[in-house]
């Protein structure tokens, strides 16, 4: 989904928000996605974060109004989605990838020629 607006958040988290979602990143970790918030917004024209996060959108014609309380966005630690539908063993796998790709992103942060030996 392409993103449609962009906000700096302090000095060390970005929000996207997208068709659908509005996903928090963690600037100090790597752009580490912290949280994926789905929402009913489409066509974000502007966002703005204070106390709240506020969207203008245009969509059917007009324009609407949408929010979000930070106090909902969780900036601690990776996100991971979560699905009653999958099972406890799907995600453990989840997150035994989510560990590699992590331990990899390291590793080639440190060797700037990794990627061309990976």
Known sequence: MPISSVVFYKKDHLFTAGTDNLKVWDLSSDFQLVDNIETSSKGILHMVID?????????????????CFLSDVNFKGAYIFSNPSI????????????????????RNSNNPMAHITN
């Open 51 to 67: 106390d709240k996060i506020q969207q203008i959108a245009f969509s059917g014609g007009g324009l609407t109004y949408h929010q």
């Open 87 to 106: 099972s406890c063993e799907k995600l453990e796998k989840v997150e035994e990838i989510i560990t590699k790709n992590n331990k990899i992103q390291r």
